[in-house]
C-alpha cells in the first residue's frame, strides 16, 4: 500500500510544482512603468518584466506555449507512471493542461492589470498538444527500437 501511494506522489509532485509556479506567475499584477520610467524599457510590475512594444505579447504567449507544453508532459509522465497507457496518458495529460489553463485565466482575472483570455488558454491548449504528440511520437520510437529481454527471445 506505501509503495503505491508513495509513487503516485513521486509521479504527481512535479505537476503539483509547476501548477503552482504557474499559480504564482498568474498572480503577479500588471501595473503601468512606475514614474520616471520610460515605458519603451524593460521594467517590472510584480516579479515579472514587461517588455517594451512588440516583444511583450511575443515573449509572454510563447512562454504561455512553453509553459503548458511542459506542464502536459509532466502530466503525462505522471499518468504513465501511475499505469496509463500512452495513448490514454497523452490525452489525458493534454486534458489535465487545458482544464489548469482553464483555473489559471480564472485566477488571472482577479489580479490587478490582468485580464482571463480565450487566445491564452487556446495558446495553451496548442502548447499542450504539441509537445505531449511529440512525446508520444518518441515514446512509440523508443519502445519499438528497445531490443527484447534476453528471457523473451529464448523460446
Known amino acids: 500500500m506505501w509503495y503505491v501511494t508513495r509513487r503516485y506522489i513521486l509521479a504527481w509532485a512535479p505537476v503539483l510544482v509547476a ?27 510584480g516579479m515579472l518584466p514587461v517588455f517594451p512594444g512588440l516583444w511583450e505579447p511575443l515573449i509572454k504567449k510563447s512562454a504561455h506555449l512553453l509553459a503548458f507544453g511542459v506542464f502536459a508532459l509532466l502530466a503525462l509522465r505522471a499518468l504513465l507512471a501511475c499505469g496509463c497507457p500512452l495513448r490514454s496518458a497523452a490525452y489525458l495529460a493534454i486534458v489535465c493542461a487545458v482544464a489548469y489553463a482553464f483555473i489559471d485565466e480564472l485566477h488571472q482575472s482577479f489580479v490587478p492589470g490582468r485580464i482571463a483570455s480565450g487566445v491564452d488558454i487556446g495558446i ?3 502548447g499542450a498538444t504539441l509537445f505531449t504528440l511529440f512525446a508520444r511520437r518518441a515514446i512509440r520510437r523508443a519502445g519499438a527500437a528497445a531490443p527484447l529481454p534476453a528471457a523473451a527471445t529464448q523460446s
Open 19 to 45: 501548477a503552482a509556479i504557474m499559480f504564482v506567475a498568474s498572480a503577479q499584477p500588471k501595473l503601468g512603468p512606475p514614474d520616471g520610467v520610460d515605458p519603451l524599457t524593460l521594467y517590472f510590475s
Open 124 to 126: 495553451d491548449f496548442i
